[in-house]
């Protein structure tokens, strides 16, 4: 037996073990004339940002469809050094930025993402119950997302370069159709769960505008119709995406916008994008993006990103 299939063999006997996707290292040009300068481009997360796609599959994550972008746009040689690793909590992101101060220290743009595993791991926790109104496990998730985020954050802030483009990614909600379907009690998941990622998101976000970073609304992406599908003169992923000049320091404004247009909250399976054309921004685990959900976070990233 080869060496593959004693790895394969090992993760099946490890529960939750995902060998699909881990660090990778490229050189990204322009697809359309030449470069005239390099950048060093850095990313943290897990799973979302290692593009993984199955046991033993790889493919361009949002990270990578973005650095491609951001080589088109201004001409780049990007130096891509991805540093996500599938099923990572937010604790083992956090130890990963804090191994990793000389890549930091040289890069360009740095962005990061995770606490997706601590919130699906809470979230396993509710299966089968007849009652979802303990709010314990997934609080828990919330507040070690919130402390190793800031761990990674501060360890960031405090290596990188004064001229370093920080860009933190915020959680999409990756189960919406599901979890709607799961009534215990008198609510249901979706009920129980919303609260929290909304908690989470904001105060993610808030952390990152505190620091002088950029924030990609990934919920607004992931889970909102790129037209005003509600028909009240707003395109609907602009009525819920949060932004630092409404939400910074007021998590109650961003809360209270989202409960008004809850309504426009969708299955990332059942995207609609700007030309009104239905799109599947997920895979078939319902969980990670598909190549056009990753597409479409890549196309957030860059619209924060100067020209270099």
Known sequence: MNARWYLVLFCIAATGCDP?????????????GSYSEIRNYVSFGDSIVAGYCGWYCQEDSYAVHMGQGLADRDSLRIEYFGRGESGATMEEIADEVAANHELIASADL???????NDYLD?????????????????????????ANMTRALDEIKAVAKPNASVVVMTLYYPTVAEDKKH???????????????????????NEAWQRGYQCVDAMSVMNAADIDADANLIVDSEQI???AALDKDSMPTYQARIADNRSVLADGHAKIDADAVPDDYLQSDSKHPSQQGHAGLAAAHLALI???
């Open 20 to 32: 699909g996707a881990g660090p990778e290292r490229r050189t990204l040009t322009p697809r359309q």
């Open 110 to 116: 740095i962005t990061v993402e995770g606490c997706g």
């Open 122 to 146: 809470a979230r396993d926790t509710y299966k089968g119950q007849a009652d979802c109104t303990d709010g314990k496990p997934i609080a828990k998730a919330l507040e070690t997302c919130k």
């Open 183 to 205: 009534n215990c009690g008198s609510a249901s998941h979706f009920d129980l769960f919303l609260p929290f990622l909304l908690q989470s998101n904001w105060w993610t976000c």
């Open 241 to 243: 995406r949060m932004k």
């Open 306 to 308: 100067p020209s270099q």
